[in-house]
């Protein structure tokens, strides 16, 4: 019969929440007899595309989808299909725009049809916008909110991360089953060797280092993150912060950073493949989002047993241990500041029998997956 391939769906394979959970079950799952196809929204190769290539993966690479004329794409996928009947199933990633890819997959009959939601959007605030970046999220919002009621005309299957990312996507009416976002915990487990090696590389080891991974996008509040930087930099000069990730707002916080003066003080370091690593070097972990579904960084932060101060718009069901403390990002950076200073110094624990029993271990999570898609194959 050979192997069962299944069409994964993203804007493009980055290091971003949705495409670190789906690397996570396709680096688990039974090769031999399930593969993973991809269908990206960018002419640019993404940073897991090499790994996709050596572990059997296809790549198809689309511009990106315009949800105001959207013929043009609909066309170039119609052509797809037809070349491409293999798929019984595609699984799309695109959260509300997942409406355009499904549309035509419909069309074409692939009878297992699959939206997953990976964000839940709060309500935006007056006080959240900030010049063009701000025009433009209002933009994507009102885009998004019109282009939620059509999730519904073609998919088979509703998938979330979360409740939260469920109700706000499908509806809080209609049944979604969630796949959480697991990780190998094992991997993050604290690791005392592996921090000490980090921290001397870094020229930290006597540092309180604080830690935020994340794209470089509105949605991650780094602008309110560096004041509450600057706040801690105030009561604890011997501080610094790390900034894993990139996108189109990283030139704005350097320059952010620099009118605080305190550049000298963090480090940007871009995309990386030793997040597990880093997370060991850090002492709290910083995230102040305006949104997110269920957060991995957080799963993966727990894991590795970090005290981790995130904001309270972030759903309550990443709370896996006793390590997160929820604070609101409409108050003082000061208020913030005082919260991550608490965690000073605490004993690192191994949280790994936690994760795997509160069902986010990737091991079984990824038969779970692998058992689905199975049963969807053709006869």
């Not at 790994?352 to 898609?373: M, P, R, W």
Request: charged fraction near 30%; aromatic fraction near 12%; proline fraction near 3%.
């Amino acid at each position: 019969m050979g192997v069962y391939r299944v069409l994964q769906v993203f804007t493009a394979m980055n290091r971003g929440g949705a495409e670190s959970m789906i690397m996570n079950y396709y680096r688990k799952i039974d090769r031999s007899k399930v593969q993973f196809d991809f269908l990206v929204h960018r002419k640019k190769r993404g940073a897991f595309d090499d790994e996709i290539e050596k572990m059997g993966g296809k790549i198809y690479r689309f511009d990106p989808i315009n949800p105001l004329l959207p013929n043009k794409y609909y066309k170039e996928l119609r052509a797809f299909f037809s070349e491409h009947n293999e798929y019984t199933v595609i699984h799309s990633h695109l959260n509300t725009f997942s409406c355009f890819p499904l549309k035509i997959a419909k069309e074409y009959n692939v009878p297992c049809r699959i939206a997953h939601a990976h964000i839940a959007f709060e309500k935006i605030k007056f006080q959240d916008l900030f010049g063009d970046e701000g025009f433009k999220e209002v933009v994507k919002k009102m885009i998004k909110l019109r282009l939620k009621r059509r999730i519904h005309d073609s998919i088979t299957h509703s998938f979330s991360c979360g409740d939260k990312a469920g109700k706000w996507l499908f509806g809080a009416d209609n049944n979604f089953t969630i796949m959480n976002n697991a990780i190998e915990a094992q991997a993050f487990a604290y690791n005392e060797t592996t921090r000490k090696k980090y921290r001397k590389e870094f020229n930290v080891e006597d540092e309180f280092v604080l830690g935020h991974i994340g794209n470089f996008t509105m949605q991650k509040n780094h602008s309110y993150l560096l004041k509450v930087f600057a706040s801690i930099l105030k009561k604890k000069p011997d501080c610094s912060l790390f900034f894993a990730g990139d996108g189109p707002l990283r030139s704005k916080i350097e320059k952010e950073a620099a009118e605080l003066s305190i550049t000298n003080k963090i480090h940007f370091l871009g995309v990386r493949n030793d997040i597990r690593e880093l997370s060991q070097m850090f002492d709290v972990f910083v995230f102040p989002s305006f949104y997110e579904g269920l957060p991995v960084t957080l799963i993966e932060a727990q894991s590795a047993g970090l005290k981790v101060v995130a904001s309270d718009r972030i759903t309550k069901e990443v709370l896996l241990t006793d390590d997160v403390e929820f604070v609101s990002i409409d108050i003082d950076p000061e208020v913030w500041a005082d919260k991550v200073l608490r965690h000073e110094s605490y004993n690192r624990v191994n949280n790994y029998d936690t994760i795997k029993n509160k069902g986010y271990d990737i091991v079984s999570n990824a038969l779970k997956f692998q058992e689905f898609y199975l049963q969807h194959q053709k006869a």
